[in-house]
């Protein structure tokens, strides 16, 4: 029988290879794989994770996997969780970043990816189905879910979103409980993130456009993990700030190449720090970037981990987190929406979309095998 860190290592280094589509498709092969295959964590639990982590810096799923890694294994599951998790990805866009620097081109993946989109929106269709039936508790959940998704869908930015429901549900609590809230307070890991980030900015403002070194890179990406909410078009607009209009390191082109990079290829979208990170210093460059922009995630977590059973217990800040994971789910339908619209074309697509749900919940096949089958008849039907 393996140990619980060996599990956790194999896991995430299969996720590493396989999870393509961003964050909420990551975060629903996860659901599929810890709470519906293995068990490790309840349905409830794994929402309060998930609802954590969105009210952190960092990229999400990332930080989803070292929460679970730490629920499993402990804090060397933490560290493993997360390593493993980035590992692959890093990989693999570092082969695309020396193909790039060598040929000044990407080589086309477009057609694998026209197979594995229309299954991602089937896994993550089946998460959120099985997620919200555990999140939306009462009719007040219900509704507070739908303004989550009608405030989403009208461009509402995701922080006032995720704070916005969790402050509705904890004060439908607080008045329908008929009293004031007690005295137990929870200490917030959010002025830590803050702290970080003032730090690595000001150690970033000494960089200048013929300064582009080892120690420059990293703190640049550091200050990016510790600071940044959202999507990786978050990403592309806070890259482009410094590292095209202040100081000149890359052309719009080279940043939209690397952008798209970490959109196609599986794993965390953050290892678009990888591929600039090469392009900038080589492979060392590559290696402090990837550790300045995956480096916070591992602290907030660390911080964080001990504090969601806490709040858990209160029944004010219980509230609170349900309204945030109701809202977490609402802004992941959003996502799903908008990228079912891009992956779902034509007839074939839909059909395969509408297969691989069908079979992933009467069948419970596993979904590594839809994703691999998808990529194959994406790369058939393109040859």
């Not at 956790?8 to 589509?21: I, K, M, N």
């Not at 869908?153 to 995720?162: D, F, N, Q, S, W």
């Not at 900015?201 to 960089?207: E, I, L, N, P, S």
């Not at 410094?242 to 080279?254: A, F």
Request: proline content about 5%.
């Amino acid at each position: 029988m393996k140990s619980p860190l060996v599990e956790v290592a194999l896991l995430f280094l299969r996720l590493g290879f396989t999870a393509f589509g961003g964050p909420a498709a990551h975060i629903a092969l996860m659901e599929e794989a810890v709470v519906r295959r293995r068990g490790w964590v309840t349905r409830e639990e794994f929402l309060d994770l998930l609802g954590a982590t969105n009210l952190i810096p960092g990229p999400n799923s990332t930080e989803m996997a070292i929460h679970l890694g730490h629920r499993r294994a402990g804090w060397p599951g933490l560290v493993v969780a997360g390593a493993a998790f980035i590992a692959p990805a890093m990989a693999i866009v570092l082969v695309f970043a020396w193909v790039y620097v060598r040929y000044g081109s990407l080589p086309a993946v477009a057609h694998l990816l026209v197979g594995v989109k229309p299954v991602i929106i089937a896994v993550v269709a089946q998460a959120l189905w099985n997620l919200g039936r555990a999140a939306v508790k009462s009719a007040w959940l219900g509704v507070i879910t739908v303004a989550a998704l009608a405030a989403s869908a009208a461009g509402v930015h995701e922080l006032v979103v995720l704070f916005g429901a969790g402050l509705v549900a904890a004060a439908v609590k607080l008045v329908r409980a008929r009293r004031l809230p007690g005295g137990a307070s929870v200490v917030w890991p959010w002025p830590l993130a803050g702290a970080g980030g003032a730090t690595a900015a000001t150690a970033a403002t000494t960089v200048t456009a013929a300064s582009a070194g080892l120690a420059p890179i990293f703190f640049f990406f550091l200050k990016v993990g510790a600071v940044l909410f959202g999507s990786g078009y978050v990403l592309l607009a806070f890259l482009r700030a410094d590292l095209v209009e202040r100081w000149h390191w890359l052309s719009d082109r080279q940043l939209l190449d690397a952008i798209a990079v970490g959109q196609v290829t599986p794993g965390p979208v953050f290892t678009t720090a990888t591929f600039i990170g090469y392009v900038l210093h080589g492979a060392r460059g590559a290696l402090v970037a990837t550790l300045g922009i995956f480096l916070p995630a591992f602290v907030f977590v660390a911080v964080s981990a001990p504090l969601v059973p806490r709040m858990r217990r209160s029944p004010t800040v219980g509230a609170l987190l349900d309204g945030v994971n109701v809202a977490s789910l609402a802004l992941m339908g959003d996502v799903t929406w908008l990228l079912a619209r891009s992956a779902v074309t034509n007839a074939w697509t839909a059909a395969l979309a509408l297969l691989s749900l069908a079979l992933l919940v009467r069948f419970r096949v596993n979904s590594v095998w839809l994703i691999a089958a998808g990529a194959a008849l994406g790369l058939a039907l393109a040859a």
